[in-house]
């Protein structure tokens, strides 16, 4: 982008207003405040070279000269080829659905489980585990995630010992082998002695949901008596937390009606405990949490609203442990590092069946979690992409039919997306989409999910620039999972920027 009466070259970029000011940002996420008059200059091709804001913006790659050009776009090239390293790596998140069944009753269930008695017809069987181990060695990421879902896995402990003891056995016979990392997502009801020693033994993580105190994690979490899960939850909570090695247990929580003006009980509920960080994530519109109680039971105001105030209250703690909130963290590495993160929900193109997929008790792959809900609740297979003992790697992951849904959900080829000024941190989930709004790419704009994100990035960047250094610090022990301690004397935030 050239002024013909300006002295230098003005390189892409995007824009919006911020707090009285004027937010620029680039193609590879590296932004830049400007009071309006010198944004003015800035794009009329008029700032001074002496001036601190052509230093700055020249040194971050917002304009150019003939001369420089070429290192520049060599700079912004490579920056661009780190925040979309997932595309490289490919398909890293394998989640293996071993059962529908379940153990509790939860009244905001997005998989729809099925009662415990059900039967085995519900199970994986031995067959189809092998042949999703066959299929997720053949893909090209040398690291691979395996996430054992349900229902409550738990209950067919016997197929995950196989499950476990398959992919080692495979993974040998390799010519490179694979770094694969475990992780079980369980309720922890039916968790013994033998199945916490083989976790131990064979370093398997502990993926379990805890949604607050007592009277909140009751409110939505029962048994299948109807009784609530809370206290037999926390106690086998803190015996794996103690059992385990450090950073082996980690808890979900969903935001409900019962808990959102509540956090702060929730994160002191977490420290008392012993988990070392908190994931704090809005209710998704699947299987039963689309029931009245739930649905649009508070609004994305209320939301952010409650996200902002526990926020402050996390850093707080953070003065004296280490104790990360996971989504701000994944956001914040988005706005101020050049790498990806790994999470699914926030990618473009969409990270459905290219950084995640699921394998369903069928054997049936597909692209997401949310599109194996969506299957259960309406038999909708839109987002199935084929059968583990009906295809190769190549025909589920290589297919016409994923081709199109990742084509559709590049971010950047979508109004308004293409120029939003917060499109190098953000994603979509076209799964997400289609359920809400019955089609893959609707006008973004519109949409909760885009209102959310856009505030959560603008009162991030806020946080980063409000000059206090022990909040930027904190922020920034949390992307570089350091304590303050470590980093404060060497690290300084707005250096990086």
């Known amino acids: 982008m050239r002024n013909t009466n300006s002295n230098y070259i003005l390189l892409p970029f995007r824009f919006d207003r911020f707090n ?4 620029v940002v680039n193609e590879v996420g590296q932004y830049y405040i400007l009071p309006f008059n010198k ?9 001074s070279k002496t001036s601190v804001h052509y230093k700055n913006l020249k040194s971050m790659q917002f304009i150019s000269d003939k001369i420089c050009l070429p290192d520049q776009i060599n700079i912004i090239a490579t920056a661009y080829r780190t925040k979309k390293r997932f595309l490289f790596e490919f398909t890293t998140l394998h989640m293996i659905v071993l059962t529908r069944r379940c153990n509790q009753q939860c009244s905001y269930c997005h998989v729809s489980s099925l009662p415990e008695y059900s039967g085995s017809n519900f199970d994986m069987s031995i067959s189809k585990i092998h042949s999703c181990i066959d299929i997720i060695l053949k893909s090209p990421s040398k690291d691979i995630k395996i996430e054992i879902q349900g229902g409550e896995p738990l209950l067919r402990f016997d197929l995950i010992k196989e499950l476990v003891r398959y992919a080692k056995e495979q993974n040998d016979k390799l010519n490179i082998k694979k770094s694969i990392e475990f992780v079980v997502c369980t309720n922890l009801i039916a968790l013994n002695q033998y199945m916490l020693d083989f976790f131990k033994n064979e370093k398997i993580q502990i993926s379990t949901s805890l949604d607050g105190p007592k009277d909140i994690h009751d409110s939505c979490r029962k048994l299948v008596n109807g009784k609530g899960s809370y206290d037999i939850v926390k106690d086998k909570l803190k ?12 808890a979900l929580m969903t935001i409900t009606p019962y808990n959102i003006n509540r956090l702060k009980e929730v994160v002191d509920e977490y420290i008392s405990i012993g988990l ?4 704090l994530r809005p209710i998704n519109p699947f299987g039963r949490a689309t029931n009245p109680e739930f649905f649009n039971a508070y609004t994305t ?7 902002k105030a526990i926020l402050e209250y996390i850093i707080e703690v953070n003065k004296y442990r280490h104790f990360p909130e996971i989504y701000t963290t994944i956001l914040l590495t988005k706005i101020i590092t050049p790498f990806s993160t790994g999470f699914v929900d926030l990618q ?3 990270g459905v069946g290219i950084s995640g997929v699921i394998y369903d008790v069928s054997g049936d792959v597909f692209v997401s979690d949310e599109a194996r809900m969506m299957n259960y609740v309406y ?4 987002f199935c992409i084929g059968n583990v003992n009906m295809g190769s790697f190549k025909s589920i992951f290589c297919n016409d039919k994923l081709k199109k849904i990742i084509s559709e959900s590049c971010s ?14 953000c994603g979509l989930d076209p799964v997400r989409n289609f359920i809400k709004y019955d089609t893959i790419s609707p006008y973004m704009g519109k949409t909760e999910d885009c209102i959310r994100h856009k505030e959560m990035f603008k009162h991030l960047i806020t946080l980063i620039e409000s000059g206090d250094n022990d909040k930027i610090n904190i922020l920034w022990s949390w992307i570089t999972s350091r304590s303050v301690k470590e980093i404060a004397p060497s690290i300084n935030i707005e250096e990086y920027l």
């Open 301 to 307: 105001e209320d939301f952010l609203n409650q996200y």
């Open 39 to 47: 944004f003015k200059s800035f794009i009329e091709g008029k700032l």
């Open 348 to 350: 473009s193109p969409a």
């Open 276 to 279: 070392d960080s908190i994931f």
């Open 239 to 250: 015996w794996a937390i103690n059992y385990l090695s450090k950073g082996s247990v980690g």
């Open 412 to 425: 950047e080829s979508l109004a308004p997306c293409a120029w939003c000024a917060y499109l190098p941190y």
């Open 20 to 23: 009285g000011e004027i937010l």
């Open 379 to 382: 038999g909708e297979k839109k």
